[in-house]
């Protein structure tokens, strides 16, 4: 500010005279001379002089004058103070340039602003880099992400501790001039104490006022010295009320309009408060009534003070003191320490610091007062790092208060001093010195536990009675969740007793949270009726959520020292024993015994009727604290320092084994009655955003149990807990139900042995887990990638979401995708997918612990069809376990286990039995995966041991033994051989078969040391029988399906005979009327040479046979028959505008018989190609009018279509339409003998035209009934009959969908209502039929494709139609109204002295010329009576015109002086068409001297040629649809280079010069006329723009590669409206590339009496109503069409991984993807748009609520 240039005099004696002799030198050399208590009186004497009288005067105020004065009276004098009377301008750049660079950043950033986080480098995801600073850095060589700022952070560049490495670009590398002196150094002791007595006033005064809570009094020193009676009625902002109600309030409040509502609701939001009405007191004190009585009925009331307006305009002065002091103290590191010193220097008596005033004070302030001192905090103490920490120790002091005061508070967290935690609490070193000194952990921790007192009897949390107060305090309570976070993010190195000490003080704090969270929210089954309100259970998962991360950073912390390991896991061990009241306190124990003579002793305890909870943090902790233990081997080593054997293991099962019991029962149906609330929480147990810390840690607790017990024991409270106790306990397994047992409750006990099977799995295989087994941390990512992939390819994002992330939001997946997966690229559409490698299928798993049972149906599917392609056996045995760690090596013994012996017979057994129906195949799949499991761990103790002595694992031999010991029953080996050929159990044969196979090996590796040869021999034999067995099986199998294949093919041939012999006669007849084969001599049906326009065009005469897709009835299409009509789409269209500059025109006056080259606005029509019956299509137009007009009684909601416009969806397709074409026959084609010339025929054509004019003034005249009638002669030539009326050549029904058609053109494209009589009706159609032509030959063109053969049938029925209709939209106007038209028409080419007004070449645009001209002169020609065939000459004429008059319209304005000098040589012919070029334009030249001078023609010719070869390109188009002509070769090729045969099919020599040079006497008299029109000197001689020839082809804007560049540039972008705020939603215009400010209140416009958003008052003037924007934020494509269509489109920027990030919430750096935004462009240009709306919408019902006209 100090560099601001000063006002002159004469603008401050402008704003206020008084002012004008003050001089701010002279005052600040005043304030030099006094002593400090007498200096801070004047300061305060000098602001209460002026403040008042430079803020708040008015209720309209002024900004820019305020700032203006502020600065010059108020702020001036105070800067040279500080400079002790020198100019400021000199002593802060004085300043500036001898501070040394920072090694810190401090860029502070705007909202939207893109910031980076390098993924490998930062401490933790909330470090990150400014734009600059990272593009200046190695991170963008690294994996890193990319989000946008919500504003009020800064860049971390150059903080050692936010970076692990590599922490300062290049810009703030550290420097040899660093170094620890004090900055203070660089000041002298004047300046010093200079400044510290400014800030020190200045912020007092500052604070004072921010927190003064008066609303008519001042401080003392401030007042002023005259009082007046004005107040201002201050409105304050909350987060209660919507927009919406303190609108309508408002207006009825102070009597406003809505838009005066809308912009003071705008300010309220953005800088919390806004006054609403100044004057009097009891005028405001009215209003402040109204707005408190409206508001508070539902809710608080609106919050409104009337406050004196010097007490207004003193806080508004605080405001900017506050910014000028941020501003001040960027010119030095000094000023700033000065700053932070007045800022946290405590009063002489011990008083609080202005700071901590501040803090404390922050609830109470409004929003814009809060962000000022925010930005003034982080510019000064966060920047510097000694105060820094000064400050980040008041800022724990007052912790508590200030997160008190933001529960009560409801204002957004960012809005709150307490977001600063996240500045202060990232920084590890400040986090463990307040850790140590302020006991931080321990006061977060108590201070949420204290804002949650609802508990229950036994002290848990109780969510269930929460009121909507509590719930929304509870949702603001999280944010400490976040502080916890920050604090532990990252752990220690190297510990202290200190800092030992007082981490066990916070987690003994922490541990009683979790003893207020175990057992929470137990459920009971409901038996007989269902619930009656589902029960509340999101909050207690939401707090399980959010305290995930924090569990696993504990336990991080712990595993990172063994004393406070140890320390942690004896607290955690009291804290369960103290949860579970000494275990069986309470409930009845009983004792179980089982076959074997095994026995245990528990509790009587039932899921499914006692209290269960899902909720076990305290059990979950404690197993992953033991986990580590085996990690770090401190079990082994130091044994004696923890307390396992105070461990009891069945107390550690219990509460995990009922939640996994829990989750059997609800899978088997047993809990339906309970309601959603439990599947809910079932489904987020096992989700991988719970599971880590939930069913994870539940299965490790069962291992550490498992582990440490007797494994029959453990089995047995297993079958306990499942209630299956008694099924395995009774004396006859097989008879284990009665024929009366309840097929529900079998049902119901199958599910549950299916599931306890998996329990048993997953307690012994998964051994995945650091600690559980001997793994890599890698390895456990790993194999879930593994998994994943194995049920489908997918997307990066896909495999993201089913990970679990670390604190940091990584899952680790990059380091080892690539080993395991195989990434595919994407297409146009789709994404990038990766494929599992084929060498990775051995390590799937079905039974895998993190699968539901949809994933595993899907992965077994998948597998076994991989198998099947592979030609292996579908067999899917386990994969070999890893090794388990030796605290958990006691695991594998539950794999021989008596219990389980007994469980794996007993499922064999009824296996064998496939009647009883009690068992089921997934059951009797999981014992064969539990027995493949044991094989595979005894074949690898096998291998891995020395000898007989180190096996302990014998399964082979007690498999090979009966279950229960007697020799009666069969073993599990014997029921193996008996299953294998069992029929019905043919999908296991291949499992079983790899079993009794694995049986074997296992015991040949065995036996192969102590038995003899012989031993062995047998063996190989019992193997090799039984793979002789299976082969003869399988052989026999195959015989008898190929027996059965040869039979049925027997009797399809038999009965195909059969039916040839009874239908002969047909088939006889049916090869009799084949046509006869056509041979090289047959005589072609295609003329040699081909034209389409002119007496030599031909053309097919054959019968045109349509079908209705409603009534499928087959139709000929006849000018008298019933009419058949093509169903069709108009729409308004800006694609080929070239200067959008333009206003389109007003409707009422436009007249579009002219259209200007620029195609500012066009009318494009399209078809999706289904005919209809007209009267099928107005029945079922009807049809859908009452459809809709019910549906909108019922719903009131929009639809994809509009009824009321017309539009509707086609009945087979659905694309969306709004009139329908009518299909005519094609025009008959008469030859004649003598065809006239180009003169002859224009002198023809004149004397028809004077004929004609003389018409119209008989006419006239007999209107007026004048007394003498017209004695001129009528010129009209011979056969020229004036009165002669044609007669109408089509149906009744065709001619009123002639006037449908039209009148639809007609409607949509100049946007009025419809009305027939309008003589402008047939001008619409025609100007319909150029521009949509000319943009498919644009289309054709750019895309490289052929013009003929190329289009889709839908495109050529419609340009077909399209051109028949215009050829005949003539007979449904007055003839009058279409001569009229036509003699205009006629006047641009042949000057007619009758016509006025006639627009000069340059502004008219030869194909819509050309085209209306050809449909127009047919209105002209019926009247000719003579007998002579002149229609096709004439069009061949008129053709020939308008190509010289675009000749003559391209070297007028396509040739500049910059290229004139160019030359080459040419060949002989092309050398002659650069003379007559040459020559041609110097005759132009005679007329217009304005136009350059050229030396050669070869320039020349290639302008003429590239300029005209559009229109005769879209010329062919026209006419072949036209006549229906056939189209030669040439032009059914790609490529541009086909003039010849181009000119040739158009009837026109290859050098179309020879047009001007054959008929030079009458061209020159035209071109004479048309160069002397006053409007071509005037249009090139203006600096208005020139159309040029060819037309540059429009595309989307280019974007840049990196959608960072974007959001860049989007966050500089403010909101145009809103005073320099900077817009929430900036949107970019695909097409112009403006900026705007989209989805907000204060750009919101009126456009056609309604008010719209940005967006769509933009789509109106660029597009004609139809937008495609790219909404910057969200990295989303919005498309627009009118007010109340509109869809979301996939963005064109994509992910290294072929993904879209559509709201930006994964942040992987996005690139632009050409392909994609080609087809955005395609969409575009194809006029699409609406279309894709349409589909978008039909697709997705949700669309249809948006208020599409807001955005």
Known sequence: MAAMQQPDARSLSSLCPEFITFSPRDTAKSWLVQSRDVLCAQIYGHLASYVSRIYC???????????????????????????????????????????????????????????????????????????????????KEHRYRMTTSGGGGFCDCGDDEAWKKSPSCQKHQPGITDSLEDPLSQLSDDMTARCHSVFSIILKYAVDMLTWDQEEQLPLGLEPRERADTYYCMLFNDEVHTYEQVIYTLQKAVSCTQKEAVSFATTVDRDGRKSV??????????????????????????????????????????????????HIIGYSEALRRVLCQVGLQRGPEGEQSLVDTLMLSDSKMWKGARNVYHQLLMSSLLMDLKYKKLFAIQFAKNYERLQSDYVKDDHDREHSITDLSVQIFTVPSLARMLMVEEDLMKTIIRCFVDHLRHRDLQGRFQFERYTAQQAFKFRRVQSLIGDLKYVLISRPTEWTDQLREKFLEGLDTFLELLKCMQGMDPVVRQIGQHIEMEPEWEAAFTLQMKLTHIISMIQEWCASDERVLTAAYTKLLAALSQCHGGFTEGEQPIVLTLGGGHTVETIRYLVSQDKVSIHLPVSRLLAGLHVLLSKTELAYRCPETLPLSELSPPMLIEHPLRCLVLCAQVHAGMWRRNGFSLINQIYYYHNVKCRVEMFDKDLVMLQVGASMMDPNHFLMIVLSRFELFHVFSSVELRKRYSRDTNKDVVQQNNTLIEEMLHVIMMVVGERYACGVGQVHPSEEIRREIVHQLSIKPMSH???????????????????????????????????????????????????????????????????????????????????????????????????????????????????????????????????????????????????????????????????????DGSSNSASILSLLETLHNAPHLEVHKDMIHWTLKVVSSNKTMRERSASTSADTSNTHTHDQALRDKDKAERKRKAELARARREKIMAQMSEMQKSFINDNRELFEQSLDDRDPPVTDSAPSMVPEVQVCVGPGRGGPNEQQLVTCILCQEQQEVRGHGQAMVLAAFVQRSTVMSQNRATPLPHPEHHDPLFSHPDLNCGTHTGSCGHIMHASCWQRYFEAVQAKEQRRQQRLRVHTSYDVENGEFLCPLCECLSNTVIPVLPRATHTHSGAQLSLEEWVNLTTQQVAALHWNVRRLSTQSEEEEEPVREVCPAPEGFRLDHTPSNPFSSGIKEMLTTFGTATYKVGLKVNPNDHDPRVPVMSWNSCSFTIQAIERLLADEDRPLFGSLPCRQDDCLTSLC????????????????????????????????QNTPCILDVDMFHLLVSSVMSYSS????????????????????????????????????????????????????????????????????????????????LLRCVKTGVLPFLRSAALFFTHLNATHTPPALRVPGLGHWEALCSYLSLPSNLLQLYYTHQPLMDTLIQRWCCHPGVRQALQTDSPVVRYPRESNRLIELPQDYSSL???????????????????????????????????????????????????HSALCGAGLGLFLRVRECQVLFLAGKTKGCFYAPPYLDDYGETDQGLRRGNPLHLCTDRYLKIQR?????????????????????????????
């Open 57 to 139: 005067l008015g209720p309209d105020l002024n900004p820019q004058n305020e700032d203006l004065l502020s600065q010059t009276l108020l702020l001036a004098p105070l800067e040279w103070f500080l400079c002790g009377g020198e100019d400021p301008a000199v002593g802060l750049a004085r300043l500036e340039e001898a501070q040394a660079p920072s090694q810190l950043c401090g860029h502070v950033f705007k909202v939207g602003e893109p910031t980076y986080s390098c993924r490998e480098c930062a401490a933790d995801p909330t470090c990150v880099l400014c734009m600059q600073c990272f593009l200046g850095s190695v991170h």
């Open 1364 to 1395: 028949r209709f215009s050829s005949a939209c003539w007979m449904s106007s007055p003839l009058s109204t279409v001569h009229t038209h036509c003699t205009r028409l006629l006047a641009a080419l042949l000057p007619d002295p009758q016509v």
């Open 1420 to 1499: 002209v020609q019926c009247l000719d009576q003579s007998g002579r065939s002149t229609l096709d000459s004439a069009h061949l004429h008129l053709l020939s015109l308008v190509t010289v008059a675009h000749l003559v319209q391209t070297l007028m304005t396509s040739v500049t002086s910059g290229e004139v000098a160019m030359d080459q040589d040419s060949g002989g012919a092309e050398k002659e068409e650069e003379e007559l070029t040459f020559l041609l334009y110097n005759n132009i030249r005679t007329h217009l001297d304005s136009l350059p001078e050229v030396c050669s023609g070869w320039h």
């Open 277 to 326: 009405r100044f004057g009097d007191f009891q005028f405001c004190e009215q209003a402040k009534t109204v707005i408190v009585r409206n508001t508070s009925r539902q809710s608080k009331p609106l919050r409104v003070q009337v406050m004196h307006s010097s007490v207004v305009a003193h806080q508004c002065f605080a405001l900017k003191a506050l910014a000028w002091l941020g």
């Open 1723 to 1751: 969409l575009w240009r194809h006029h699409s748009i609406t279309e894709e709306i349409g589909h978008a919408q039909e697709a997705n019902q949700t669309l249809m609520g948006i208020d599409w006209q807001h955005l």
């Open 1607 to 1657: 959001i860049n540039q989007a966050s500089s972008f403010t909101c145009p409206r809103s005073g320099g705020d900077k817009s929430r939603a900036p949107t970019l215009c695909l097409v112009c590339g403006s900026m705007l400010c989209s989805q907000s209140y204060c750009c919101q416009t009126e456009l056609e009496g309604e008010d719209v958003g940005a967006c769509t008052a």
């Open 797 to 963: 994002s896909e495999l993201v979401k089913s990970l679990p992330e670390n604190e940091n939001k990584e899952t680790g997946m990059e380091r080892v995708i690539d080993s395991v997966a195989l990434f595919k690229k994407p297409g146009v559409t789709g994404r990038g997918l990766y494929e599992l490698r084929p060498e990775c299928c051995k390590l799937f798993n079905l039974y895998f612990y993190h699968y539901s049972r949809a994933d595993q149906s899907k992965a077994e599917e998948a597998q076994r069809k991989l198998k099947r392609q592979n030609g292996e056996n579908s067999a899917l045995p386990p994969p070999l376990p890893p090794p388990l760690c030796p605290l958990f090596a006691s695991l594998v013994n539950v794999l021989q286990s008596d219990v389980l012996l007994v469980i794996l017979g007993a499922v064999l057994q009824w296996a064998t039995e496939p009647s009883t129906g009690h068992w089921s195949e997934s059951m009797l799949q999981r014992v064969l995966h539990l027995i493949a499991m044991s094989l595979l761990e005894e074949q690898q103790q096998i291998e891995n041991s020395s000898g007989d002595d180190d096996i302990t694992f014998n399964f082979t031999g007690k498999i090979s033994r009966p279950v």
